[in-house]
């Protein structure tokens, strides 16, 4: 072979070795770059399908298990005022007690406490004192949307004894809640939890549920809350399972007259994916034992609960308190001793105060409230120990862990504005181990309370044990307390923001001294017209006029309590109101028609050049009897429309997220709004002016009748 074809073969294949080598190269190049682009969408689905599983039950903290119980009514003060050192600081020097933190409540000054017999009268009616109860049972106060705002007397908490009554100034201690005690010293207490509504239970566990109120108060459905705005749809909806769990007569599908308060839930009760998830206590005690909670289980003292031979485990006075903290507190066990322990946090808390003193005026956040405060306790390997959480927190706070730990949106405008429960929670340290409470055995001489047993469907039952003593609180410390690395932060007095027009301090005063002045010009003007004479025994009478109509003024003006936020908000009107409008114009009609005749027997006649004979159209101007008696009734009937047709008279302004809260009459605002001084006040304006009339009256009649004797004497 010769040199140049030498040449030209190797130059061939250094040329075609170079051109593979480049398109190796590409080739590798344009691989990695696919390879890269690949992986940027795995990446991409990865986190995508991450991100779409924090809305599918992925949660945030390391809890996967909430357990919500909520017990009924009592106030922060009545269980908690006097902890840690209980009555007359019996325990102060205990070295367990010494060191504990200390929540804002009554502590040693509770005897101190005096509340007024009438709020603003206290210098002329006297006062009453906070006492502490040495019982498990107490008695029932007031209860409601007008007590309790007469209770809370816009900030100054002074009206207690006049609209829950005297029963509510009373006070427990661990002699009757031991183990309440134990958790707040081993877990977390919060002292600035409230109600969201200031009212009784319903609106209250339907804002824990929904995020909102639709009722002022315990009554309906309807109105009812659409399924789709409670936390079980949500739930539902992103995949996060949940159970409700109440004292049932079945395991499954309980009868309706028992499920309070979710017949509250517009088609919750006909929908057996959601009335699936409605079961018997006993299942939730097999279910934490054996470790197959769901995510959220909500876990409610009702159903048969004080019937049938069931104990009233609620604590709603006057059921046994004792007994009712032993229920909660096999339910917590069972919690601790199961599988789920180290996931889990236990939120226990109360309903509403049920009209029991607190001395914390409760922030106006919206026309319903916040109500008053109740305990919470949180109870978790992950909860602080002796931590008093000062945070502003309510029922919605729970809501609001919940939607935040599984990556939820809020839930509504009050979930979302809600103070946070996360400052309970130590989630860097290491879980803790369960602190197993439980009755202790009957000791000789120790006061105790009957055992209640809770029996079930299956045959099961549930022994509650209650024993009182001393020794239950306090137990050690899980922790020592110069290990920890947090303190429980100050108490401040949460501030309103709600605008309301308060009624003045001196109000109540001015009054009762109207009310007096009042009643005496009216017992003396008897006596005083037969020695002065009728003008003078006027006289007296219109200054007794003036004062209680004064005196009512204020007192429609300055209401006793706000008027709850119910539309409709616009003027409405009623058939009643319909009718009379109907009567009133053929009354008016028929007075005015004798005129309207005459006038157009004038105009007509003026046409035609003639002149009318007279007729007695203005002196018929009162009409016939019928037609006087057609015009009374239309007014009567009319002006019963008008109080009793919601929003007629007055609209009511409302706040409220849900257009569905039921119709307030101006008659039902009305009678809420008169204190007892208001309406003797009204009582005296009516006497005062129903009396000048008639002497008035008399006394026309008198010096005719003389005149006309006199004159006939005379001839």
């Given at each position: 072979m010769?040199a ?9 294949v250094?040329?075609?070795g170079?051109?593979?080598?480049r398109?190796s ?10 390879g ?7 990446s991409v ?5 991450y991100?779409q599983?924090k ?9 996967k298990h909430?357990?919500f119980i909520?017990?009924?009514n009592?106030?922060f ?8 050192y209980g ?12 060191g504990?933190s ?28 906070l ?7 107490q008695?029932?106060p007031?209860e409601?949307w007008v007590?309790y705002?007469?209770?809370?007397d ?23 809640i ?14 600035n939890?409230?109600a969201?509504v ?9 804002a824990s ?9 315990d009554?309906?459905p309807?109105?009812?809350v659409?399924l ?11 995949g ?14 309980p009868p ?8 509250s ?24 034992r ?14 048969l609960?004080g019937?049938?031979g ?9 059921a046994?308190?004792?007994?009712g903290?032993?229920w ?21 808390t ?6 029991f003193?607190?001395?914390?005026p ?11 405060r109740?305990p ?18 309510n029922?919605?706070s ?12 809020y839930l509504g ?18 879980p ?8 202790t055995?009957g000791v000789?001489g120790?006061?105790?309370?009957r ?18 003593t ?17 303190t ?13 027009e308060?009624?003045p ?9 109207a ?8 017992l003396s003007?008897?006596?005083v017209?037969?020695n002065k004479?009728?003008?003078v025994?006027l ?18 003006v300055?209401?006793?309590v ?6 409709p908000?616009?003027l409405t ?28 027997k004038k105009?007509?006649n ?22 006087e008696?057609?015009?009374c ?5 009319l002006?019963?429309?008008l ?5 007629m008279?007055f609209?009511v302004?409302?706040?409220?997220p ?12 009305l009678?809420?709004?008169l ?12 006497s ?11 006394g026309s009649e ?8 006199a004159?006939g004497?005379?001839?």
């Open positions: 010769s140049p074809r030498v040449r030209a073969q190797v130059c061939t250094v040329f075609k170079t051109l593979l080598s398109y190269i590409r080739t590798i190049a344009l691989k990695r770059l696919l890269l682009i690949a992986l940027a969408l795995v689905t990865l986190l995508g399908s991100a599983g809305t599918q039950g992925v949660p945030l903290t390391p809890i909430v357990v909520m017990k009924e009592q106030s003060d009545d269980y908690f005022g006097v902890y840690p009555p007359d600081d019996a325990l102060r020097d205990n070295p367990t007690v010494r504990l200390v929540p804002y409540g009554i502590q040693g000054n509770a005897s101190e406490i005096a509340v007024p017999n009438y709020p603003g009268l206290g210098w002329l009616l006297g006062y009453s004192h006492r502490y109860l040495n019982s498990s049972t008695a029932n007031g409601g007590a705002r007469g209770d809370w816009w900030g100054r908490m002074d009206g207690f004894v006049t609209y829950s009554g005297p029963q509510s100034l009373v006070y427990v201690s661990y002699e009757q031991p183990f309440y005690w134990d958790y707040a010293e081993e877990y977390v207490l919060c002292d939890y409230y969201p200031m009212s009784e239970t319903l609106p209250n566990r339907l549920l929904a995020g909102f109120a639709p009722v002022s108060n009554y309906g309807p109105p009812y659409p789709n705005d409670t936390i079980f749809y949500q739930l539902t909806e992103h996060v399972s949940w159970g409700y769990f109440e004292l049932f007569s079945t395991t499954r599908d309706s007259s028992e499920i309070y308060p979710l017949n839930i517009s088609g919750f009760a006909s929908d057996t994916a959601y009335m699936d998830r409605v079961e018997n206590i006993s299942v939730f005690l097999s279910e934490a054996d470790g197959s909670l769901p995510a959220v289980s909500f876990v409610m003292p009702f159903g609960a019937e049938d069931v104990p009233d485990v609620s604590e709603h006075p006057p046994n308190i004792t007994l903290q032993d909660t507190v096999n339910l917590v066990d069972a919690v601790m001793e199961g599988p789920d322990w180290n996931s889990s946090a236990i939120f226990i109360w309903d509403e105060w049920g009209g003193y607190d001395g914390v409760p922030p106006q956040l919206n026309a319903f409230g916040y109500g008053g109740v919470m306790l949180v109870i978790s390997p992950y909860a602080k120990e002796d931590y008093v959480d000062s945070a502003l927190l029922h919605d729970v809501l609001n862990f919940i939607d935040y730990n599984w990556g939820l949106p405008p009050w979930v979302a504005s809600s103070g946070s429960l996360l400052s309970a929670f130590d989630f860097a340290q290491k803790r181990p369960p602190i197993v409470l439980g009755p055995p000789a120790t006061p105790g309370v055992e209640g047993t809770l029996f079930f469907e299956n045959g099961s039952s549930l022994v509650l044990n209650s024993r009182l001393s020794q239950q609180y306090p137990i050690p410390l899980q922790i020592p307390l110069n290990q920890l690395n947090y429980s932060p100050p108490f401040e007095l949460p501030a309103s923001t709600y605008e309301f308060a009624s301090v001196w109000l109540p005063s001015f009054q009762f001294l009310v007096v002045i009042s009643s005496a010009l009216l003007a008897p006596a017209g037969r004479g009728k003008r025994k006289s007296v009478i219109g200054s007794a006029l003036i004062f209680s109509s004064v005196s009512s003024a204020l007192g429609l300055f209401t006793a706000p008027v709850p936020p119910a539309p908000s616009q009107f009623s058939l009643l109101t319909g009718a009379g409008l109907l009567l009133t114009f053929v009354g008016v009609l028929g007075l005015a028609w004798p005129v309207l005749a005459d006038r157009l105009m007509a003026s046409g035609s050049g003639t002149v009318p004979a007279e007729s007695g159209g203005a002196r018929s101007l009162w009409g016939s009897k019928a037609t008696f057609v015009l009734g239309g007014v009567l009937v002006m019963a429309g109080l009793l047709t919601p929003g008279v609209p302004a409302t706040y409220t849900k257009p569905i809260a039921p119709p307030q009459t101006f008659l039902g605002d009678l809420q709004a204190t007892p001084l208001t309406g003797l006040s009204s009582v005296l304006v009516v005062s002016f129903s009396l000048m009339v008639f002497t008035w009256v008399r008198g010096g005719t009748s003389r005149r006309a004797r004159s004497g005379r001839g």
